[in-house]
Structure formats: structure tokens, C-alpha cells
């Protein structure tokens, strides 16, 4: 999704709430990136709108899942030396 009414603010503490949408949006994002064959077109199509809704959602509350992922990546590397994903 691209556009800057879409843009969250740069610096962000993730509430419950964020961790909470980003969670489902994790789960119709398996459905609409996994495995081909996992799931029909069908259903692919509907994770992929709910996926947005949850963005949607997400960018309300002024974070993103990309917010999310890049710090998600920042504490594996703090961890681990490397990003896990």
C-alpha cells in the first residue's frame, strides 16, 4: 500500500493494541505469501483484504507492520548478531 496519508510517524512505541492487529495481520499475511497450492485463489484474495484491513488498522493507531518487522529485525540482530528472518 503506498501513499503518504498511509505513512506512520517515524518514531513509535508499540502499544498492546499494535502487537495485537500486527498478530492477525501475520495470519492472513501466511495465507496470502505462503506455499502455493496451501490455499485456492479464493481464499488467498480474502486473506489478502483482511491482511489490508488490519494495515488499515494498523496505520490508525499510527504504527505499520513494516514498523513492526524493522524493529522485530533490529532486536534479533541485538540478539543474535543477524536478522532471523
Known sequence: MAGAALDPPDAHEHMEECRRLYA????????????????????AQEALRERELFERQLH???????????????????????PLL
Open 60 to 82: 490508525a493507531v499510527g504504527c505499520s507492520s513494516e514498523a513492526i518487522r524493522r524493529d522485530e529485525g533490529d532486536r534479533d540482530v541485538a540478539q543474535v548478531g543477524r
Open 24 to 43: 492477525e495481520w501475520l495470519r492472513y499475511d501466511s495465507a496470502v505469501s505462503g506455499a502455493p497450492g496451501r490455499f485456492t485463489g479464493a481464499q
